[in-house]
């Protein structure tokens, strides 16, 4: 087989893939945004009702003052030079259905244009009295004071505190005389209103605006307006809090609920496990939040059936290997109550001997095994050269079996790439293995060939013995199986040494096969393993 078209074997790892991270943040973020979306539509077209009704519930009092006003434009024709106050027929001011039917039932109603902000009302006389704002708090604040210092000033020194109650109570707003010095404001305002006679400030205390007004004689009196328009009032934002939370308790309850039903279904497999039914899987989905819980739990449960399966096939077979040998030494001990010469004697105590050799090599076979298969030892793996080990196992072997060929074939490229992150002890087990194996069947001749590359390893064991039928490629790497025809029980072994062969390679990232040997005419086992330790290398 051309090295170039070698399977390569790799470790299954249990990593969380990439994907469940992206789509994991990729939820959050999107439940995020739509939760802020959400919040920002919300605040938005909550504040654009607040912000309509405010401007219009705030000029109500001063409209609904100057349309009781008999003659306002003539009344209050100084205001012109303030504000724009008009009055004519609905008509003129082109108006929608809407605002002509809410001013028919004597609403105030405000428009927002690109002319300004415009406030209406239906007169006394039936005609529509517009205000026109460009700052609706500071334009309609300043109106009232002058209109404040207007009927002030036209009432006498006596009756202005009655005059300036009634107003006050009509316009919706507190006014207070300041004769105190501690109530004046700061010098900046104070000359606003030496200069203008009337000044607007925001009091930084509570928000409020306040309206300075001095009358001919010099009195001041201070006009505190209602709170202008706050878009972050605490209704606004309990209410905000609340969309923002309940979203989040609801997304977190759909993703708990998911979650539950997920470990639910995990503990479902455990509980039928745990009552015997060892092939039990669960079957979680791809994306979920425990797929990776799934997969490992899967992984677990494949490994325990594997070991029940292994432990059960175990004891049967080592009951079955210990018999013989144990057998023979019940028999040599009989016989030895029988020996009448000191040959015979030593004779049956040469087969004791042998038999126990025999049992302390099959416990030390069944020990590897099992601590390979149940998790594997744990690897030390070290930058070793192959091609040494592959040395060492020939020249051990040659001198076991002299009257075999066992030749190593090690090419320049290989040689190259000798370096491996491997575990020395266990590599050389096994191909220790492969060429005792192979030794035992070969006519004569025992070939280890090296393959390396940048990539991956492979070293190839064949002989010229009668070889292997392909439907018994597989079983040869089951623990205690034997073949049917050549290699039979009088060849030796146990039915181990492939099936720890395999579990080496398990552990180091790769796999052992066997095939038909192209060259020798008998089998050819190979060992592929990856000649660097993979970044997620599970030993």
Known sequence: MPFARIPVFHAR????????????????????ALVVFLCVLLFTGINSVRSQFWHERFPEPLMRWLAAAPAPLQQYHWLSSTVDLRMGAASRFNLS??????????????????????????????????LRLNEPYRDVSETIGLIFRWHLDSASADDRLNVASQMARSLNVEVQTLDDADLLPDSDVLDQV?????????????????????????ELYRIDMPAGFDPWAWPVVLLLVLVLGGVLAVAVFLALREVDSNLRTVESVAVRI???????????????????????????????????????????????????????????????EDCQDESALQRQLDGIDGDIQELDELIDEILTYARLEQGGPVFSLQET?????????????????????????????????????????????????????????????????????????RVDVEDDGPGIPEEDWEKVFTAFAR????RTRTSGGYGLGLSIVRRILYWHGGHAFVSRSDTLGGAKFSLVWPRKKPVDSIV
């Not at 893939?17 to 939820?27: C, E, T, V």
């Not at 605002?99 to 005609?127: H, N, P």
Request: hydrophobic share 40%.
């Open 385 to 457: 050269s192959v091609t040494d080990i592959v040395r060492q196992v020939v020249s051990e072997q040659q001198m076991v079996r002299p009257e075999l060929s066992i030749e190593g074939n090690i090419d320049e490229v290989s040689e190259r790439w000798a370096l491996s992150d491997i575990e020395p002890r266990y590599l050389h087990r096994a191909i220790q293995n492969l060429v005792g194996n192979a030794g035992r069947y070969a006519a004569g001749k025992v070939l280890v060939s090296c393959h390396f590359d940048e990539d991956n390893c």
């Open 483 to 486: 073949l049917d025809d050549s």
């Open 97 to 130: 259905p809407v605002a002509l039917e809410r001013l028919g039932y004597g609403q105030v109603v405000g428009i927002d244009s690109d002319v300004g902000y415009r406030v209406l009302v239906t007169g006394l006389s039936g005609e529509i009295l517009q």
């Open 194 to 218: 030496a200069e203008r006679g009337l000044a607007f400030y925001t009091d930084e205390s509570d928000g409020c605006g306040r309206v300075i007004v001095q009358l001919s004689d010099g």
């Open 13 to 32: 790892v249990g990593t969380m893939p990439l994907k469940f991270f992206l789509k994991l943040y990729a939820r959050l973020t999107g439940l995020t």
């Open 274 to 336: 745990a009552r015997g039914e060892m092939s039990a899987r669960v079957q979680a989905g791809e994306g979920t939040l425990v797929t990776r819980l799934a997969s490992s739990f899967n992984g677990m449960a494949e490994h325990i059936q594997r070991l029940v399966q292994v432990q059960r096939e175990m004891i049967h077979a080592v009951s079955h290997e210990l018999r013989t040998p144990v057998a023979r030494i019940r028999f040599g001990v009989q016989m030895i």
